[in-house]
Protein backbone atom coordinates (compact mmCIF):
# COMPACT_ATOMS: atom_id res chain seq x y z
CA UNK A 1 0.00 0.00 0.00
CA UNK A 2 0.67 3.90 -0.51
CA UNK A 3 0.46 6.73 1.46
CA UNK A 4 1.33 10.70 0.85
CA UNK A 5 1.58 13.01 3.70
CA UNK A 6 1.47 16.40 2.76
CA UNK A 7 3.34 18.35 5.87
CA UNK A 8 1.10 21.57 5.55
CA UNK A 9 -2.62 22.03 4.98
CA UNK A 10 -2.16 25.70 4.30
CA UNK A 11 1.13 27.89 2.85
CA UNK A 12 0.51 31.95 3.44
CA UNK A 13 3.42 33.40 1.86
CA UNK A 14 4.18 36.80 0.29
CA UNK A 15 4.44 37.78 -2.95
CA UNK A 16 8.40 37.62 -4.31
CA UNK A 17 8.72 35.51 -1.46
CA UNK A 18 10.46 31.47 -1.96
CA UNK A 19 8.17 28.99 -1.06
CA UNK A 20 9.03 25.07 -0.21
CA UNK A 21 5.64 22.51 0.14
CA UNK A 22 6.07 18.77 1.97
CA UNK A 23 5.45 16.01 0.52
CA UNK A 24 6.63 12.54 2.54
CA UNK A 25 5.68 9.43 1.18
CA UNK A 26 5.10 5.44 1.54
CA UNK A 27 5.37 2.52 -0.51
CA UNK A 28 6.02 -1.17 -0.44
CA UNK A 29 7.06 -1.18 -3.99
CA UNK A 30 8.70 1.20 -6.21
CA UNK A 31 6.75 4.34 -6.84
CA UNK A 32 6.87 7.30 -9.06
CA UNK A 33 6.23 10.83 -7.99
CA UNK A 34 4.15 14.00 -9.53
CA UNK A 35 2.98 17.58 -8.33
CA UNK A 36 0.01 18.68 -9.30
CA UNK A 37 -1.58 22.37 -9.06
CA UNK A 38 -5.65 23.04 -8.82
CA UNK A 39 -6.94 26.15 -9.57
CA UNK A 40 -10.63 27.62 -8.22
CA UNK A 41 -12.94 25.05 -10.11
CA UNK A 42 -10.96 23.38 -12.30
CA UNK A 43 -9.03 20.17 -12.59
CA UNK A 44 -6.08 19.19 -11.61
CA UNK A 45 -2.64 19.81 -13.77
CA UNK A 46 0.40 18.28 -13.94
CA UNK A 47 3.25 20.57 -12.36
CA UNK A 48 6.28 18.29 -12.77
CA UNK A 49 7.17 14.17 -12.33
CA UNK A 50 10.04 12.38 -10.95
CA UNK A 51 10.49 9.13 -13.09
CA UNK A 52 14.10 8.28 -12.70
CA UNK A 53 17.31 9.83 -12.93
CA UNK A 54 18.85 13.11 -11.62
CA UNK A 55 16.67 13.89 -8.38
CA UNK A 56 16.04 17.52 -9.10
CA UNK A 57 12.92 17.70 -11.24
CA UNK A 58 12.06 21.24 -12.82
CA UNK A 59 8.72 21.81 -13.98
CA UNK A 60 6.08 24.28 -15.31
CA UNK A 61 5.73 28.13 -13.62
CA UNK A 62 9.17 28.12 -12.28
CA UNK A 63 8.34 25.12 -9.86
CA UNK A 64 11.11 22.68 -9.62
CA UNK A 65 11.01 19.49 -6.68
CA UNK A 66 13.93 17.21 -5.32
CA UNK A 67 13.37 13.95 -4.93
CA UNK A 68 14.95 12.52 -1.61
CA UNK A 69 14.94 8.37 -1.44
CA UNK A 70 16.50 8.09 1.86
CA UNK A 71 14.06 10.45 3.06
CA UNK A 72 11.49 9.23 1.31
CA UNK A 73 10.37 13.08 0.29
CA UNK A 74 8.93 14.82 -2.78
CA UNK A 75 9.45 18.77 -1.63
CA UNK A 76 8.12 21.27 -4.20
CA UNK A 77 9.91 24.51 -4.12
CA UNK A 78 9.74 27.99 -6.28
CA UNK A 79 12.49 30.97 -5.38
CA UNK A 80 9.83 33.49 -6.09
CA UNK A 81 6.38 33.27 -6.08
CA UNK A 82 3.48 35.56 -7.87
CA UNK A 83 -0.35 35.87 -6.84
CA UNK A 84 -1.27 33.57 -9.89
CA UNK A 85 0.23 30.64 -7.71
CA UNK A 86 -2.60 30.80 -5.53
CA UNK A 87 -4.16 27.44 -5.50
CA UNK A 88 -4.11 23.70 -4.18
CA UNK A 89 -1.36 22.00 -4.68
CA UNK A 90 -1.28 17.68 -4.75
CA UNK A 91 1.31 15.35 -4.51
CA UNK A 92 1.00 12.39 -5.54
CA UNK A 93 2.56 8.62 -6.25
CA UNK A 94 1.50 5.92 -8.85
CA UNK A 95 2.75 2.43 -8.87
CA UNK A 96 3.47 0.38 -11.68
CA UNK A 97 0.38 -1.17 -11.92
CA UNK A 98 -0.92 2.69 -12.31
CA UNK A 99 -2.60 2.75 -9.16
CA UNK A 100 -2.67 6.84 -7.92
CA UNK A 101 -2.69 7.62 -4.08
CA UNK A 102 -2.74 11.99 -3.61
CA UNK A 103 -2.05 13.84 -0.51
CA UNK A 104 -4.45 15.65 1.18
CA UNK A 105 -3.30 19.05 -0.17
CA UNK A 106 -1.55 21.99 0.18
CA UNK A 107 -3.29 25.36 -0.16
CA UNK A 108 -0.99 28.13 -1.09
CA UNK A 109 -2.28 31.61 -0.87
CA UNK A 110 0.19 34.35 -1.98
CA UNK A 111 -0.66 37.50 -0.64
CA UNK A 112 0.58 41.19 -1.81
CA UNK B 1 -7.83 16.65 -28.60
CA UNK B 2 -10.13 18.55 -26.49
CA UNK B 3 -8.97 16.87 -23.21
CA UNK B 4 -10.86 14.67 -21.51
CA UNK B 5 -14.52 15.74 -21.36
CA UNK B 6 -16.85 15.16 -18.40
CA UNK B 7 -20.69 15.54 -18.09
CA UNK B 8 -22.45 17.20 -16.58
CA UNK B 9 -20.76 19.75 -15.37
CA UNK B 10 -23.56 20.15 -12.65
CA UNK B 11 -25.74 17.98 -11.48
CA UNK B 12 -28.30 18.66 -8.53
CA UNK B 13 -30.89 16.25 -7.74
CA UNK B 14 -32.73 14.93 -4.77
CA UNK B 15 -31.88 12.14 -2.74
CA UNK B 16 -33.16 8.51 -3.70
CA UNK B 17 -32.53 9.19 -7.41
CA UNK B 18 -30.16 7.70 -9.76
CA UNK B 19 -27.26 10.05 -11.04
CA UNK B 20 -25.11 8.86 -14.43
CA UNK B 21 -21.78 11.06 -14.76
CA UNK B 22 -19.95 10.31 -18.00
CA UNK B 23 -16.43 10.92 -19.07
CA UNK B 24 -14.60 10.85 -22.27
CA UNK B 25 -11.06 10.27 -22.24
CA UNK B 26 -8.46 11.42 -24.39
CA UNK B 27 -7.95 9.14 -27.58
CA UNK B 28 -5.39 6.78 -27.43
CA UNK B 29 -4.93 7.12 -23.49
CA UNK B 30 -5.12 3.27 -22.01
CA UNK B 31 -5.78 3.90 -18.47
CA UNK B 32 -8.74 5.96 -16.71
CA UNK B 33 -9.48 7.00 -13.17
CA UNK B 34 -12.32 8.58 -11.49
CA UNK B 35 -12.29 10.21 -8.18
CA UNK B 36 -13.83 11.86 -6.00
CA UNK B 37 -12.65 15.49 -4.25
CA UNK B 38 -14.70 16.86 -0.97
CA UNK B 39 -13.36 19.30 1.87
CA UNK B 40 -13.60 16.42 4.16
CA UNK B 41 -11.98 13.77 2.73
CA UNK B 42 -9.74 15.41 -0.16
CA UNK B 43 -9.14 13.26 -3.60
CA UNK B 44 -10.20 9.98 -3.33
CA UNK B 45 -9.60 7.31 -5.51
CA UNK B 46 -12.25 6.13 -6.73
CA UNK B 47 -11.67 2.93 -9.50
CA UNK B 48 -9.40 2.77 -12.43
CA UNK B 49 -9.60 1.07 -15.51
CA UNK B 50 -6.73 -0.54 -18.24
CA UNK B 51 -7.75 -1.18 -21.34
CA UNK B 52 -11.47 -0.86 -20.69
CA UNK B 53 -11.08 -3.79 -17.52
CA UNK B 54 -11.35 -2.45 -13.92
CA UNK B 55 -8.02 -3.05 -12.23
CA UNK B 56 -8.75 -1.76 -8.69
CA UNK B 57 -11.93 -0.74 -7.49
CA UNK B 58 -11.41 -0.79 -3.67
CA UNK B 59 -11.92 3.16 -3.44
CA UNK B 60 -15.48 2.69 -4.47
CA UNK B 61 -17.39 3.69 -1.07
CA UNK B 62 -20.40 1.10 -1.10
CA UNK B 63 -22.32 -0.84 -4.05
CA UNK B 64 -24.49 2.16 -4.15
CA UNK B 65 -21.45 3.36 -6.56
CA UNK B 66 -20.77 1.54 -10.05
CA UNK B 67 -18.58 2.34 -13.14
CA UNK B 68 -18.36 0.91 -16.45
CA UNK B 69 -16.19 1.39 -19.66
CA UNK B 70 -17.97 -1.15 -22.77
CA UNK B 71 -15.22 1.13 -24.45
CA UNK B 72 -11.95 2.76 -24.94
CA UNK B 73 -13.90 6.00 -25.51
CA UNK B 74 -16.56 6.16 -22.65
CA UNK B 75 -17.13 5.33 -19.08
CA UNK B 76 -19.63 6.09 -16.51
CA UNK B 77 -19.64 6.36 -13.02
CA UNK B 78 -23.65 5.63 -11.40
CA UNK B 79 -24.80 6.11 -8.09
CA UNK B 80 -28.33 4.61 -7.26
CA UNK B 81 -29.39 5.27 -4.65
CA UNK B 82 -28.08 9.22 -4.19
CA UNK B 83 -27.52 10.16 -0.82
CA UNK B 84 -26.54 13.89 0.66
CA UNK B 85 -23.35 12.68 1.35
CA UNK B 86 -22.11 11.54 -2.21
CA UNK B 87 -22.34 15.62 -2.96
CA UNK B 88 -18.78 16.25 -3.96
CA UNK B 89 -16.94 16.92 -7.24
CA UNK B 90 -15.98 13.94 -9.30
CA UNK B 91 -13.44 14.02 -11.70
CA UNK B 92 -12.53 11.53 -14.32
CA UNK B 93 -8.79 11.36 -15.75
CA UNK B 94 -6.80 9.23 -18.60
CA UNK B 95 -3.21 8.54 -19.06
CA UNK B 96 -1.29 6.77 -21.36
CA UNK B 97 0.74 3.46 -20.38
CA UNK B 98 3.62 2.10 -22.08
CA UNK B 99 6.43 2.64 -19.44
CA UNK B 100 3.27 1.64 -17.76
CA UNK B 101 2.91 4.06 -14.34
CA UNK B 102 5.21 6.58 -15.79
CA UNK B 103 2.80 9.17 -17.56
CA UNK B 104 0.83 11.80 -16.32
CA UNK B 105 -2.67 12.04 -15.37
CA UNK B 106 -5.18 14.45 -17.48
CA UNK B 107 -7.52 15.63 -15.69
CA UNK B 108 -11.35 16.66 -16.81
CA UNK B 109 -12.57 19.57 -15.47
CA UNK B 110 -15.20 17.42 -13.04
CA UNK B 111 -18.84 17.23 -11.85
CA UNK B 112 -20.23 18.88 -9.49
CA UNK B 113 -23.02 16.53 -7.70
CA UNK B 114 -25.14 18.13 -4.99
CA UNK B 115 -27.81 15.49 -3.93
CA UNK B 116 -30.61 17.40 -1.85
Known amino acids: AQSVTQLDSQVPVFEEAPVELRCNYS??????LFWYVQYPNQGLQLLLK??????LVKGINGFEAEFNKSQTSFHLRKPSVHISDTAEYFC??????????FGDGTTLTVKP | DAGVIQSPRHEVTEMGQEVTLRCKPI?????LFWYRQTMMRGLELLIY????????DSGMPEDRFSAKMPNASFSTLKIQPSEPRDSAVYFC??????????????FGPGTRLTVL
Open chain 2, 49 to 56: FNNNVPID
Open chain 1, 50 to 55: YLSGST
Open chain 1, 27 to 32: SSVSVY
Open chain 1, 92 to 101: AVRTNAGKST
Open chain 2, 27 to 31: SGHDY
Open chain 2, 93 to 106: ASSLGGLAGSNEQF
